[in-house]
């Protein structure tokens, strides 16, 4: 059974740095795209960034420079390094996997999920 778990998110003041994890029992992230997604009140999930199974990465311009997306096969494990956080960057951020090939962006893509991790900012 495929689970996906996220860790790391907090209350951080703007400027600062939170680092996501994303560990996935029952999954072999490497053989998958994984991508990060978040979800501010009142707005839809939208994607921030994906890393395929080749290890290309992509980004949504919002965090593009700000944001990193790692692996570590041998932990199994995806991060999302958060640098230079500000105020609009506070949602909750879902892990998901996508088998590999499809496109990253798009929530369609993805066929598991996490429960989420709060992010907040504050200004």
């Known amino acids: 059974q495929v689970e996906l778990v996220e860790s790391g998110g907090g209350l951080v003041q703007a400027g600062g740095s939170l680092r996501l994890s994303c560990a996935a029992p029952g999954l072999t992230v490497s053989l998958y795209t994984m991508g990060w997604f978040r979800q501010a009140p009142g707005k839809e999930r939208e994607f921030v960034a994906g890393?395929?199974?080749?290890?290309?990465?992509y980004y949504s311009d919002s965090v593009k420079g700000r944001f990193t997306i790692a692996r570590d096969n041998a932990k199994n494990t995806v991060y999302l390094q958060m640098n230079s956080l500000n105020p609009e960057d506070t949602a909750v951020y879902y892990c998901?996997?996508?088998?590999?090939?499809?496109?990253?962006?798009?929530?369609?893509?993805?066929?598991?999920w996490g429960q989420g991790t709060q992010v907040t900012v504050s200004s």
């Open positions: 890393i395929a199974s080749s290890g290309s990465t």
């Open positions: 998901a996997s996508a088998r590999s090939g499809r496109s990253m962006l798009y929530k369609l893509s993805y066929d598991y």
